[in-house]
């Protein structure tokens, strides 16, 4: 299956890019066209629309000659591993940063050498290098996301690697990523445990350890939350991960936990959770899982009976695993009232974070999201670390990453840590008229 799709930013752009999006059988070399691209025949890509990706990259190219035919091959390739069937954010929050990048002359000075009408090789000039896009499906399977990170090294041979946004497949990726000496910034993966793997491996991302804390103090300083139960899902990192950091903040604030209970991945029945929280009557549960789980356990909720009230009164806490769009339409009324931490607001919209909402607005005619917005800067980071490098060396990639300040983009990146964490600041949400609606930035 292929995408053909073209677009024009608004006039503050003052620039026009042809964009293809092929999805392939074979490895495929994709060029540029010659037309002027006008809104008559500007067609806008459909996020919603669902994708068939194969166990074979997608290329996208976007180029910033658009009278050059240049190949992907001579391009700077990228990788980016995505959970498809998931969330496509990361894609379009990159095919933003490309775009950008590219306008801008691309990263490198390179010689182009394509070939003239009759097949003869004649040189065109010196052209500023582009970026490319490999783009591999982990299909949210961490077994197949190790597989999918060796091949975007060895046969794609990227000089980098973005993604996955899962933290149970970011820690699979990153494994492989240092064992080949391969830079990586994953998306919005929050576990600390990804960058365990070695010091080639990065977050784009703010920590669970980082985002445990913020909501356990905002339970207890602003909700004023005396007692918390703990709704958790087995077997998965983040989720036992954020709990667990959630826990240690709370009870270090004089907070009591009364009660701690599981579930599994694609449970429907809450029941016995539920009824054992309801005995305890907290003040907040934290449920730092994801959809459907999330919003059909808080429904059932408040179904069960707790003393001197028809159902769990408990205001419902989570984490960044609650920005999904199913969330509030599995939940409805039953979500009214409850937060989450996230990675990223529109409505926290100042200067560069401002020009990356109106931009990606223009490009695809919605909000962007965390996700979106982790697409976007895990490129432009490794980008700017290509261009501070002044070449494609690995090492020294990882070194100008590792070396970043002050970084303005979708999201603000004081500095790296030693353990390769973003230090940076995370936004709370509350569920208000069936909205995700900003109730605050906390700042690190």
């Known amino acids: 299956m292929s ?14 890019i042809f964009l293809s999006f092929l999805i392939i059988i074979a490895y495929v070399l994709v060029g540029c066209s010659q037309d002027e691209v006008t809104p008559e025949n500007t067609t806008l890509i459909q996020p919603q629309a669902p994708m068939q990706f194969s166990t074979e990259p997608v290329y996208i190219y976007i180029s910033n000659k658009p009278y050059t035919s240049i190949l992907p091959d001579q391009a700077i390739k990228i990788g980016l591993l995505v959970e498809a069937g998931l969330d496509l954010n990361p894609i379009y929050g990159a095919e933003l940063a490309m775009a950008e990048i590219n306008r801008e002359g691309g990263i490198l000075k390179s010689t182009i050498i394509p070939p003239d009408d009759q097949g003869e090789a004649i040189i065109t000039g010196v052209l500023d290098t582009p970026i490319a ?47 080949y000496g391969v830079p990586m910034v994953a998306t919005t993966a929050t576990s600390p445990d990804v960058t365990s793997a070695g010091d080639y491996v990065f977050l784009g991302a703010f920590t669970d350890t980082f985002q445990g804390k913020v909501m ?74 994801f959809t459907p789980e999330v919003p ?73 999201d965390s996700g979106s917005a982790m697409g976007y800067d895990a490129l432009k980071l490794v980008v700017t670390a290509i261009r501070r490098a002044g070449s494609v060396d690995k090492k020294a990639i990882r070194d100008q990453i590792a070396a970043t300040s002050g970084y303005k983009g979708a999201t603000y990146i004081q500095n790296y840590d030693e353990n390769r964490y973003p230090i940076k600041s995370a936004v709370i949400m509350v569920i208000k008229n069936g909205k995700f609606v900003l109730h605050q930035q906390v700042q690190p």
């Open 3 to 16: 995408k053909h799709i073209s677009f024009t930013l608004k006039s503050a752009f003052k620039w026009t």
């Open 133 to 179: 896009l490999v783009i591999r499906d982990t299909k949210d399977d961490p077994a197949i996301t190790e597989k999918q990170t060796m091949d975007l090294i060895i046969k794609d041979k990227v000089v980098a690697i973005i993604g996955p946004g899962y933290s149970r497949n970011a820690i699979s990726a990153s494994k492989v990523a240092q064992n």
């Open 216 to 289: 356990a103090s905002f339970a207890r300083e602003s909700l004023k939350a005396r007692t918390a139960a703990l709704l958790i899902q087995k077997g998965d990192p983040y989720t036992e991960g954020l709990s667990k950091q959630f826990e240690d903040d709370f009870t270090a604030l004089g907070g009591n936990i009364v009660a701690r209970e599981f579930y599994f991945a694609g449970d429907t029945d809450f029941k016995a959770q539920l009824t054992a929280i309801a005995k305890q009557a907290p003040d907040v549960v934290f449920m730092p899982g």
């Open 296 to 368: 059909l356990a808080i429904k059932q909720a408040r179904t069960i009976p707790q003393k001197n009230a028809a159902g769990i009164t408990a205001t419902f806490l989570g984490g960044d695993g609650w920005e999904e769009t199913e969330l509030v339409p599995l939940g409805g009324d039953a979500l009214e009232g409850s937060y989450f931490s996230i990675l990223f607001s529109p409505d926290v919209a100042d200067g560069k974070v401002k020009d990356f909402v109106d931009n990606y607005q223009s490009m695809f005619g919605m909000d962007p």
